[in-house]
């Protein structure tokens, strides 16, 4: 059977796993407009913890901060456990480049805490919203956003599509889509965090119009563990997000995840730079 | 002119000014339950950044992971600037203290992403909730929380207050507040980090049933630049807080901290756990 195109795109070799130290390629199936689609790259961080053999628990939370444009060819993932407790262990990672020089130069520095989490009691206080099954909701025709990731997802918007016509007359930011990876591939940590990503900028909705835009730094919290993504299997997530503020050249995005059944597996927060 | 408890908790003597090496003291003012109040914490890491004489910009997003407990005395912060853009730079930060044999503990990790904002369209799409003024509601009469911090800020609960009996009957997560120093500081960068986890734990309201709970990571973005903070001064800013979601010993909150003239000037997530 032939690798995912996913599992190729997270594909990390070790140099020193002891110490962290993993090697791993761009994905040209993943690019973006200038580089990887940000999802991708928040899967890669994670999953260098993931494969890091100090491992305590599963993950509760994924801050990832994309400091400079990743050059498509290798990079070098360092993951460090900073800090063990009893039930929670946090983690630093930063994703190198070498410059032309041949000196490496940090590109994303991110956050990871992982815990071994216990039954207690539990709540929702965002209910998924009443929506029509993936079945009876179209997906996009071809890739709107003409860009290489956007094609690896089936999305199927339910509202807040991005929009066909560029007029100017958007008044709210909120989309609410179905979406899973377009080839079936099981629900894991990390296809939800490159998922809490796939966002297009809430700004073209709220303006409708498309003005440069690019996450600046996208924090995850995952609700769920790995039997529950494991539920999931290939079935379809909803999706939601909405800014809140716009203002002077950012702005943030706040996103839900739930599963086809209701449960909300994810939350996200991430601030945008945009242009104009 | 004696200084603010507030600029007292906040002060860092250089060790290296250029290589962003600070040491602080905890601050019993703002003792919380076994350790600093988090607010604080997070305000003492962004000052490190504001303090480095090669900060570019303004506070962007902040993400504060408190790894472990800070005990009471010294503690060193190191803040650095890893990559520096034309208009935007990426910082992370870690607070040590020593333990027992003399070895510096990471106890805090931090990022931080400072940026020049220039002048842009802009919308809120997160307005004020529309509340009685800060004149029309009670403060809260002593420190329900019995704890030092507490006493630090006046907080006026329009809805969602500390709940006084802990009965078992909460049906949901929400508090919106009015809230400002209780000795009149003018509004910074560093207070509306603190201020941004001054809401107590989304658990106590939704049970009303009181269990150890405490914050595990926060990440506050900042929509306001100084200008804008000054503008508010001593006023009060209205704070609204919510869970999403509750299971097997985490839980979220998100929050929004607007200006009495109704600007959204922060808004702010964490990831919490809770015992039971």
């Known amino acids: 059977m032939t690798q995912h195109v996913?599992?190729?795109?997270?594909?990390l070799a070790p140099d020193d796993l002891a110490a962290g130290r993993f090697t791993g390629q761009t994905s040209a199936a993943y690019w973006n407009m200038v580089g990887p689609f940000g999802g991708t790259t928040a899967a890669l961080v994670l999953q260098?913890?993931?494969?890091?053999?100090?491992?305590?628990?599963?993950?509760?939370a994924l801050t990832v901060n994309y400091?400079?444009?990743?050059?498509?060819?290798?990079?070098e993932i360092h993951a460090v456990p900073v800090r063990t407790n009893r039930s929670t262990q946090h983690w630093t990672i930063?994703?190198?480049?070498?410059?032309?020089?041949?000196?490496?130069?940090?590109?994303?520095?991110?956050?990871?805490?992982?815990?071994?989490?216990?039954s207690t009691w539990g709540a929702t206080d965002a209910p998924m919203p009443k929506v029509p099954p993936p079945s009876d909701v179209a997906?996009?025709?071809?890739?709107?956003?003409?860009?290489?990731?956007?094609?690896?997802?089936?999305?199927?918007?339910?509202?807040?599509?991005?929009?066909?016509?560029?007029?100017?007359t958007g008044d709210h930011s909120e989309?609410?889509?179905?979406?899973?990876?377009?080839?079936?591939?099981?629900?894991?940590?990390?296809?939800?965090?490159?998922?809490?990503?796939?966002?297009?900028?809430r700004v073209w909705l709220r303006r409708t119009t498309r003005v440069p835009a690019g996450?600046?730094?996208?924090?995850?919290?995952?609700?769920?563990?790995?039997?529950?993504?494991?539920?999931v299997g290939t079935g379809h997530?909803?999706?939601?997000?909405v800014g809140q503020q716009f203002r002077n050249g950012f702005f943030d995005q706040s996103a839900q995840l739930w599963s086809e059944s209701g449960d909300l597996l994810a939350t996200s927060n991430q601030i945008v730079y945009f242009k104009e």
């Open 6 to 11: 996913f599992d190729q795109a997270l594909a």
């Open 139 to 168: 997906p996009y025709g071809r890739s709107p956003s003409g860009v290489a990731w956007f094609s690896q997802y089936d999305m199927r918007p339910v509202s807040g599509a991005i929009p066909g016509t560029w007029d100017g």
């Open 94 to 118: 930063q994703i190198t480049q070498m410059d032309a020089g041949g000196n490496p130069q940090i590109n994303t520095t991110a956050t990871v805490v992982t815990a071994l989490r216990r």
């Open 237 to 241: 997530l909803l999706g939601r997000a």
């Open 175 to 201: 989309t609410v889509v179905w979406l899973r990876d377009a080839q079936p591939r099981p629900l894991d940590f990390a296809s939800l965090a490159s998922m809490s990503d796939m966002f297009y900028p």
């Open 215 to 231: 996450t600046v730094s996208i924090t995850t919290y995952f609700h769920a563990d790995a039997a529950q993504l494991a539920q």
């Open 67 to 75: 400091a400079a444009a990743i050059e498509a060819g290798p990079f």
């Open 48 to 60: 260098s913890v993931l494969l890091h053999p100090a491992l305590l628990g599963a993950p509760i």
